[in-house]
């Protein structure tokens, strides 16, 4: 297993490979300072590894140190990407973030193999069995605290495992969450979820320009007639607000944000740092 220090405040990355499928994902891992809480740290899970992992270190690392000032408390922070130097891996990404059945779409780039969705599952067997295995050979993390955060396919990613494996995490955090894709098959799910009387805390999130309209920067594009048809399709906002509603109607702890001034793309960072809040938040009902 090659391993190394990632640029990023004292993360390693690991690359692990999939037990049952041999397919190898990049794993970030980054570890407060100081000894771990008799009961273990708490933690917070994201996909997309590549792209978060530097934004959650520095506002870990920035905030952590003021409790007083910022009401944030040290946790453990793992992120699951690809072995690769860029942000994104999106044909991989496609399968691991889209649960199943799925189906298949046009090639991203010329000369390249039609992109798959539906490897949810595959997915969520590597997190939830592969990744803790290491995992508990390399840090000691309370299961009781523990959260999954997805963006766009990793926030559809989200919210299915919560539905299907909802013992899995006690923070679920779902930023500009895909819930309409492929016909809004996640709903589906959610109409059979019963969270049989768990605590868990859901935050789902959009940025301000995920709505009705577009962003001041995009309104005179070539394209804009385009992605305002988009829009009306994937209701990011509306389906997010629509969900929370439905989430919090079963008792859980659900709350809903809008970031302002922040696109689909833009938003992630201020997500980030909402997802570390809603799981390490020291003296706020979480």
């Not at 640029?7 to 891992?29: E, I, K, P, Y």
Request: charged share 20%.
């Amino acid at each position: 297993m090659a391993e190394g220090l990632a640029q990023c405040g004292g993360a390693r990355w690991f690359d692990l490979a999939d037990r049952v499928t041999g397919v190898v994902r990049r794993v970030f891992l980054w570890v407060p300072p100081g000894e771990a809480p008799a009961e273990g740290w708490p933690s917070l899970l994201m996909t997309d590894g590549n792209a978060v992992i530097g934004t959650a270190v520095d506002a870990m690392r920035a905030q952590a140190f003021y409790p007083t000032g910022t009401n944030l408390g040290w946790g453990v922070l793992i992120a699951v990407g690809y072995p690769t130097d860029d942000a994104y891996d999106p044909f991989r990404r496609s399968w691991d973030l889209g649960p199943p059945p799925g189906a298949s779409y046009p090639p991203f780039w010329p000369d390249t193999p039609e992109v798959r969705t539906g490897g949810g599952a595959e997915m969520a067997r590597f997190l939830l069995e592969d990744l803790r295995d290491f995992l508990s050979t390399r840090v000691a993390l309370d299961p009781a605290h523990a959260g999954l955060f997805g963006h766009s396919f990793g926030g559809l990613f989200a919210l299915w495992l919560l539905f299907t494996r909802p013992d899995a995490f006690t923070h679920w955090i779902a930023a500009s969450p895909a819930i309409t894709w492929e016909n809004s098959f996640l709903l589906t799910h959610r109409d059979g979820f019963d969270p049989a009387g768990r605590r868990l805390v859901v935050l789902l999130s959009a940025g301000e320009w995920e709505g009705d309209d577009l962003a001041p920067f995009q309104r005179a594009a070539p394209d804009a007639e385009r992605r305002l048809a988009e829009k009306a399709t994937t209701r990011t906002i509306a389906a997010a607000q629509e969900m929370a509603a439905h989430l919090a109607a079963l008792g859980l702890a659900v709350r809903y944000e809008t970031y302002a001034g922040e696109t689909h793309m833009s938003v992630l960072p201020v997500a980030v740092n909402r997802a570390l809040h809603c799981v390490f938040a020291l003296g706020a009902p979480q």
